[in-house]
Every structure is written in C-alpha cells, then in structure tokens.
C-alpha cells in the first residue's frame, strides 16, 4: 500500500525540519485502548448472508481481479485459497493483462486468465467479484471491468483498501461501505456520499460488500462460503483453517494511526542499515494463505522483507493450484535468514506465529506497527 511512500515524505520532512516534526509527532495520540468488538445483532447477520446468496447459478463462478504491476499480496492470494479449499464455486485468478501479477509487499503469481479471456469463457459474467488493494486504485482497465461485471449482475466483494477501487467505479455512491483504517478518511473526502459504518468487518449494501483491514478476508470468505453452502460447510472450512469462530464484528477505535506507531515505523526506516532479507522456500503443495500472511508480515517491519526461492525458475503450484513465481533461483538460503511456510499448523495461526517471531527479533512494538497495518486484533499474547 501507499504507507510505505508516506512514510519516506515524512521522513524527508523529518530531515528538513527535526523540531517541527518532533512537534507532529508529539501532537499524534496515543495508542487506543484496547477496545471490545460489540457483537452482530442476528438479524443483520441473516441480512448480509441473505444478500451474499447466489443468483446466477448453483455452482458460482468467483472472479478475483488483480492488476499486473501492483496488487495487495493477501487480499489477492487468501481468498482464492480460502474458497478452493471450500471447493463450493470456481474459482478464476484474473489479472487486466497478460503476464505474472506482481503482489505486495511480496510474491509474484501467475494468473488463470486475462480479464479478457475471463470474458470470453463466462460471457454472462461472474456470480462474484474480488476486488483487493491496487496501486494505482483508478487503473482504468480493472474499473472498467468490474463496472462491467457489475452491470452483468456479479456481487462485488473488496478486501481492504480494495474499497478505494471499488469506489473509483462509482459503485459506493450512496452506500454504506468502510474499509482499512488508514485510508478511509481519504475515501470518504473523495466520494462524500459514501455512509462509512464503523466496528464492522464487512458491510453489504446491494449486491456491494466492503471490509476493513487485509486480514478480513478470512471471515469475510467464510461469511461468503455460509452464504453459498450453508453453515455446515462454513463451520468445516473454518476448522481447517483454524478459526474457531467469525462473523462481522470489529472495534474499529483499536486502529488509528497513532505517535507508537509512527515511531516505530520511521525508526525502522531509518535503521536502513540493519535491513534483512529472509527466505522462504517454494514447496508444491504448500499452502497458499499460509505463504501469504508470513510473507505479507516480514515484509512490513520496515526492517525486513521476504523473497521466495526455489532450485528452478519455474512457477511453484500450491495447494490450491495458485502458481508462484520465485523471486530467486537458488538451492538453499542461511539458516538464520529462513522462515518457514508454516504449513505444520492451521493457516489461521500463521500470522499469530509470525508476529511472535518478529516481536523476538525486533521488539513489541514493531510486531504492533504490523499487527496494525494488517488491522490485526493482535495483543502481543506471548510478551
């Protein structure tokens, strides 16, 4: 996302003028207070699964959009795996054009299609539309898709900052929407008639879903997989992933940016110096939402990021048919600069794990600046 540019400016300012910046930064709040979700009334809950149900066809046909030069890695990779792995819809990785799609902060794939040769396949259009984070969110090919697939009646579903896209469609006008803390206040300056509805994980208004951070496409494919195949198949998918319970329910006061978080994040920057590279190895087979929450993690220390590798050039098929694209042709990586995919426990717990491990290499508080850029409700439980 675009917080990694606004960082340096800040940091360029910083340089330029140390006392008003210190001034900036004293005047930002504090951390909030740890905040309780409150719960999901039922009757909005059979709402938002009542308007996620199909209406095209008995097996849907899940489109999720990407564009080439730069998409939001989780928002992209989670929900293909999550909804393959339910095997209750077919699921197409599409990009605007031709070639691999690259994902950040990491990760490269392959797609399965071109929009156009989405179209060509499915004239009548997907049943729903997944729309992640995108740099640029105005790329005019992927607005005028997904218009397009609106308009052929498609659900459509963005994760995260995948609002500011949706939202350039024109798609949001007049409805209730939210999306990633850090970006909402710039979404609603941009199109004020958008009805922002706080501590929720998602919101539907006609046939338009929005969620907040990136770490909410997992309830959010879960709530989709209810919807499409009952409660049963959504109860056995969750516990394969390690979910023990979701639903919509969010404490949206827990994630603002805040004086420890600004902090953390241009003290990691300027320690440039310490920067490391870690691997992870590409494994067929190995899950892809696993391989995306660790990789996604690493990569937002601003001390840090991830590279996959693997002996051959060749795109990696993971568990669910999503195809890598190593970063670096090589046999093996040092020992102390590893991580692994986590495929030894549920994917649920993968970013859980990750934030451990990154808060022992480089302290609590930048586990928090990353727990906070994924909109993570992370509380550092094994300080």
């Known amino acids: 996302m675009k917080l990694r540019l606004v960082v340096c400016g800040l940091l360029g300012v910083a340089v330029l003028s140390l006392a008003g910046f210190g001034a900036w930064i004293a005047m930002l709040p504090p951390k909030p207070a740890a905040a309780v979700a409150p719960p999901i009334p039922r009757d909005e809950a059979a709402a938002t699964l009542a308007a996620l149900k199909p209406g095209k066809r008995a097996r849907p046909v899940i489109a999720i959009i ?112 939210t999306t990633h803390w850090y970006y909402l206040d710039g979404m609603l300056e941009a199109h004020p008639t958008i009805r922002y509805v706080a501590n929720r994980r998602m919101v539907v208004d006609d046939r338009v879903a929005t969620t907040t951070g990136i770490t909410a496409s997992m309830p959010a494919m879960l709530t989709l997989i209810e919807a499409i195949a009952g409660r049963e198949k959504a109860e056995t998918v969750a516990r394969e992933l390690g979910v023990t319970h979701w639903d919509a329910r969010h404490a949206s006061e827990a994630f603002r940016f805040n004086r420890p978080f600004a902090v953390t994040v241009l003290g990691n920057v300027l320690a440039f110096w310490k920067r490391e590279e870690f691997g992870i190895k590409l494994m067929p087979g190995m899950d892809e939402v696993s391989l995306a929450l660790v990789a996604d993690a690493w990569s937002r220390t601003y001390r840090s990021e991830a590279l996959t590798f693997a002996a051959a050039a060749d795109p990696i098929t993971t568990r669910n048919g999503v195809r890598i694209i190593p970063d670096r042709v090589a046999a093996r990586w040092p020992a102390d600069q590893l991580l692994q995919g986590n495929d030894d426990q549920p994917p649920a717990q993968a970013l859980h794990h990750a934030l451990q491990q990154i808060m022992t290499r480089y302290g609590a508080r930048t586990a928090d600046a990353v727990a906070m850029q994924l909109e993570y409700p992370w509380n550092g439980s094994s300080r």
């Open 66 to 177: 990407g564009i080439n030069n730069a998409t939001e890695v989780t928002d992209y990779l989670m929900p293909t795996g999550i909804l393959r792995r339910a095997d209750v819809a077919d699921v197409v990785a599409v990009a605007t054009k031709n070639g691999p799609v690259k994902l950040y902060p990491a990760l490269t794939v392959q797609p399965d299609a071109t929009a156009a040769e989405f179209d060509a396949r499915h004239p009548d259009g997907a049943d729903y539309v997944v729309v992640p984070a995108m740099e640029p969110e105005n790329d005019p090919a992927a607005l005028e898709w997904i218009r397009a697939q609106a308009a052929k009646g498609a659900t459509i579903i963005s994760v995260c900052a995948g609002a500011k896209v949706v939202s350039e469609t024109g798609l949001l006008d007049g409805k209730r929407a």
